[in-house]
């Protein structure tokens, strides 16, 4: 499909300078800082008399935003007109665009005290979801939520049914006609709303305080098994299934920058053997040239140019920083083992020089002895 976009595009020059501005980190900064200025604005907007006071600016800066998002999408739009479909991402932005541009048709059509105009106003809001495609990091996330979704749908599945075999028990139970508690049992529905309450333990105390008024023997057992089974089996294996799948998603993306990073390293690296080779190359014309003795008299006046700054790319495996780590580990070891033979040295010799000094002290004794006898 590339290759025949090539062939009858005649403006590859202009389509190739405008897919650099796209991905240039300067157009990333300006459409992020557009969008958090346009959220930032929104949220001034919710008070009164700030909207109000500055009606103009808020006026000058709608048309600003509308503007750099339609160019955006035009840009984006003109470099790959075909592919630009195929993204979910850049589907959310078009939805954006048709989303801000609601309020203005509305206002046109139906006039200013339109009934759900406010409605309207308030999906401006979803404008900060541009900067999904602007952040690997929220991409991974949501990368993370869509592989969990068959998971997630078995376990909701899985809760409806516990919900509903507990929503006709205690309809039957606690919503009886006579003495039953009818505005939290007294319908399948009531029951269903009732029993979400008691999953995200929330007012369940209140909930089984009205049945206690009315002396249910089974309330406080039903209670405490729907509560174990919803709340501690159920929401933990669905957050459970969240974090794994999400770990997941992050050591994936965490793989993919630091593929990314060795990619950038060697296309430096082969930037810099080039121009090594170049170098080479222009120093092995000028030896032409040039009347020099010999290579060795070329390398030395080549080495004088030289500064500290300039790159090497070196590929002998005694340059490399795993084996310059363990080198030097290594040399601490032989330090560190010199030192305790040294040490070990020392007290040899102490112990010879005591002996030497027993073995002098004795022999004086045994003169002495042979003199005593004499």
């Known amino acids: ?141 949501i990368t993370a939520i869509g592989q969990t979704a068959y998971t997630v749908a078995s376990v909701l599945i899985l809760f409806f049914v516990l919900m509903y075999i507990f929503a006709i028990l205690g309809f039957c139970l606690f919503g009886g006609s006579d003495r039953g508690d009818l505005k939290n049992w007294g319908n399948l529905a009531v029951a269903f709303f009732t029993l979400f309450s008691l999953a995200t333990v929330d007012g369940w105390t209140d909930l089984q305080q009205q049945l206690d008024k009315r002396n249910f023997a089974l309330s406080r057992t039903f209670t405490i098994i729907f509560i174990l089974l919803a709340s501690f089996v159920f929401l933990s294996m669905f957050v459970g299934v969240m974090i794994i799948h999400t770990e997941n998603s992050i050591k994936k993306f965490e793989q993919e920058l630091m593929l990314e990073r060795h990619l950038t390293l060697m296309k430096e690296k082969q930037v810099i053997v080039r121009r090594q080779q170049e170098e080479v190359s222009r120093l092995m014309q000028t030896q032409k040239n040039v009347d020099y003795k010999s290579f060795s008299e070329l390398v030395e006046n080549f080495k004088k140019t030289l500064r500290h700054t300039d790159p090497m790319v070196l590929d002998d495996f005694g340059t490399s920083l795993p084996f310059i780590d363990i080198y030097l580990s290594t040399l601490d070891n032989q330090d560190t083992t010199i030192y305790k033979l040294q040490e070990l040295y020392y007290e040899i010799v102490h112990v010879l020089s005591l002996m030497l000094e027993d073995l002098s002290q004795e022999k004086q004794s045994h003169s002495l002895e042979k003199v005593d006898e004499k």
């Open 1 to 141: 499909m590339a290759l025949v976009s090539l062939m009858w595009r005649k403006d590859t020059q202009c389509q190739a300078f405008v897919k650099r501005i796209i991905l240039s980190r300067l157009f990333r900064i300006i459409m992020i800082s557009t969008i958090s200025t346009n959220a930032f604005l929104v949220v001034l907007g919710t008070d009164y008399k700030t909207r109000y006071n500055m009606f103009r600016l808020f006026e000058v800066f709608e048309i600003l935003f509308v503007t750099i998002y339609s160019a955006e999408f035009y840009m984006k739009l003109y470099v790959d007109p075909i592919n630009y479909w195929k993204n979910g991402y850049n589907l959310l932005d078009v939805l954006v665009i048709v989303n801000i541009s609601i309020p203005y048709t509305i206002r046109k059509i139906k006039g200013e005290h339109y009934p759900y105009l406010n409605i309207v106003d308030g999906l401006q809001s979803l404008r900060i979801l541009k900067l999904i495609s602007y952040s690997r990091g929220i991409r991974t996330l």
